[in-house]
């Protein structure tokens, strides 16, 4: 499993709920990136698997989340995830008296035992009243600053996007091809643009519609390989291709 494949987070997860042991074991080792992340900016300094507590907490609290976790809620899952763990690494700094935060939440008697129904609901409540909105305006603007770097704006990426659904799946498919393939995807990266010629063969879509879709290719390929970064937009598209 990879983080960019379509509906592969929300697949794992359903496997992982009904007892897959083994999906369990891949999906946490897939995320440990998501988890350090995750652990760092709340701790602010760099922090070593084996050697800090820490991250040991903080796999703990991902690996509650996914038992936690309900899809029902229509929120992706690392959003979801991401305040859970910080919930669970407040609430073990204050025992600790590390540090001195205003913690609101009350995510665990124990850094090892499982969330109590009351303790899922807040969380869900929280994370839906506190956190939503705000993860959701800083994605949209760390996504803004890396469009820029392809010259590309919100306001130019809506008036070329295409309009009718087919036209939009025709490019979403694009852009998958391009994630898929990483000549391509690393031909974007350095270049800022596409290669429209092997795009053209390898997609059997016509140099007029590539080139009129070029942002819109652009900015979908780019959140299709930075699902961890974006995980609200990366929802959005894949809801929007199912």
Known sequence: MTPGNNGSVLQALLRIQAGDALAREDFLQEYKPFVLKTAMNLCKHPLEWGRDDELSIALIAFNSAIDSYDPAKQVPFLP??????ENRLKDHFRKESRIHVECPYETASDEGTPFSPAEIQSAWNDFRDRTIEDERREE???YEKLLANFGIDFESL?????????????LFR???LVVSQPEIMGYL????????????FKTGVNRKTLERGRKFIIATALVLYHPMEFPYIY???NASTN
Not at 80 to 85: D, F, H
Not at 159 to 168: A, F, I
Not at 189 to 200: G, R, T, V, Y
Request: overall charge positive; glycine content about 0%.
């Open 80 to 85: 979801y995830a991401r305040v859970v763990i």
């Open 140 to 142: 949209l603007a760390e």
């Open 158 to 170: 809506a008036e070329t996007s295409p309009k009718h659904r087919d036209s939009r799946q025709t």
């Open 174 to 176: 694009v852009a998958r």
């Open 189 to 200: 990266l350095k270049k800022k643009q596409l290669p429209i010629n092997d795009l053209m």
């Open 235 to 237: 929802s959005y598209i």
